[in-house]
């Protein structure tokens, strides 16, 4: 586990994704996934490292991906950070901030699956005092 600059304690991959994002690194983010890892980005699929370079060049770096942790959580060997997402993708229709869900799933210190979701709740998906009772 490493500390994050938002203050949040993350796993050591997952703290290097988002670092990675941030700075526009292809080959430390894509540092960051085993060989077959998979990745689901907005119900859209990759696998393989040849394929996840592909998507991280046009939609990681191409967009100028950024992200800002807000929240993290640890759920049965999942790492689930919620964080606000800017970039110089089309915003048409999206809230400002933009939230994300991305679930990491690491073994043998790599990620091997990563899904990344808009969060369209409007709750804090980590703050069961929010949600109802019945």
């Not at 060049?57 to 807000?70: A, N």
């Not at 901030?97 to 991305?102: A, G, R, S």
């Not at 690491?106 to 091997?112: C, F, G, I, Q, Y």
Request: charged share 20%; hydrophobic share 40%.
């Amino acid at each position: 586990m490493t500390s994050h600059s938002s203050g949040l304690i993350l796993p050591e991959r997952v703290t290097q994704f988002i670092e990675a994002t941030n700075a526009g690194d292809l080959s430390r983010l894509l540092d960051v996934f085993a060989v077959d890892s998979i990745v689901n980005d907005q119900l859209q699929h990759w696998r393989g490292l040849a394929e996840l370079s592909q998507w991280a060049e046009c939609d990681i770096i191409g967009q100028r991906l950024s992200l800002l942790p807000t929240r993290c959580v640890q759920h049965y060997g999942h790492c689930i950070v919620a964080a606000h997402a800017d970039g110089k993708f089309d915003k048409r229709g999206l809230p400002d901030p933009l939230e994300v869900l991305l679930y990491f799933t690491l073994a043998e210190e790599k990620v091997v699956q990563l899904i990344i979701l808009r969060d369209h709740s409007g709750t804090s998906p980590f703050d069961a005092s929010s949600r109802s009772s019945t």
